[in-house]
C-alpha cells in the first residue's frame, strides 16, 4: 500500500500544525520518493554537444513512479559557459513522465567550491557530468564534450541523494 504524508499529517488536529510540519517533512518525503536504483554512467557523446547514457540503461523512481532511460539515449541540451580552469556541473533530472532535463550548477575555483543545482521538486537526479575546461572555456550547444580539454568526469548517483542539503 501506498501512504502519503498528507495521511500521516491528518492525525494532527491543528491546521496551523499540519501546515508547519508539512512545509518541514515535504521537501524530505519528496526526496525519498525520487531515488536512483540502478547507477547511470554519464560518458561525451563521440563528436556531439551533448553527453550520452552509457552502455547501462539507468532506472529510478520520480514521485514513486518507476523511470527509465535506455543505455545510449543522448542527454538533453548544455546551456551555459563554464570559465577555463574552473570546476561545474551539469545535473541531469528525470520527472514522473519519463522528461529528462538538465540544469547547470554553479562554478568553483576549486572542486571544493563547485556547487549542484538544487533538485527540482518531484524530479530525480539521475547523474552529472563535471567539467574542468583548461585551455578554454566550455560552451554548452557549442563545445565538443569529448574534447580533450574539457576534462569531464561522469558522475553516478545511486540512491537518495540530496546535494544541496547540508547541516551546519
Known sequence: MQDTLNRYLGQLS???DRAAFKAILEPIVDSLS??????????????????????????????????????????????????QNTFNVYAYYIDSAGVVTSQMGTAGATLADMKFPVRPAGK????????NPTSAAFIGGTTL????NTNHVGLNVLGAIDQTSLVE
Open 124 to 131: 530525480t537526479l539521475v547523474g552529472a557530468s563535471q567539467f
Open 145 to 148: 564534450t569529448d574534447a580533450a
Open 14 to 16: 491543528s491546521h496551523i
Open 34 to 83: 525520487c531515488q536512483s536504483m540502478i547507477s547511470a554512467t554519464i560518458v561525451p557523446g563521440a563528436g556531439l554537444v551533448t553527453t550520452a547514457m552509457g552502455g547501462t540503461s539507468w532506472r529510478g523512481l520520480a514521485k514513486g513512479i518507476p523511470v527509465t532511460i535506455a543505455a545510449a539515449t543522448v542527454m538533453p541540451a548544455l546551456v551555459g559557459t563554464i570559465a
